[in-house]
């Protein structure tokens, strides 16, 4: 279990193992619930998540961030789109939970993320984002992610339109 990114006496990055499945999910259902994050209001059941969460586990493209042996996030990359023709690009997905917002887990998480996605050859990464979270768009900015454009009233929910801004980082 070598962390891959660590912050002596605050935030641990590790690959996440199967016995991370419930509090990932945790984590993704109150986004769920709660924010414009994932756009959808229908939490995953226990099975859909464990598939979804298998897949990453899968794919070496699943990360937690740990705050005193305690997960406390968590960020995965795969597939932007399922053509062939697409198989270099991948997309990112941050998580980290509500009460642990500005401790520097959402950058620890894309340092880790990032890192692998290189290691495993990927070329772009594409971060779709709800153009409202603007934490969410500083942080892909930190990272060198640039606005690829916004498309605006492509989704909803809790009862209103909402704008896509897609960035993206050349990774290779």
Known sequence: MNPIYENPGSVTVRPAHPHDAAVVIAIRNHAVKHSTALWTETPQSPAEG??????????????VAEVEGEV???AVYGPWRDLDGYRHTVENSVYVRESCHGLGIGSALMTALISAARQAGHHVMIADIEAGNSASIRLHERFGFRHAGTVPEVGTKFGRWLDLTIMSLTLA
């Open 72 to 74: 406390a996030g968590f």
């Open 50 to 63: 464990a598939a979804w969460f298998a897949a990453h586990l899968d794919r070496g493209s699943a990360f």
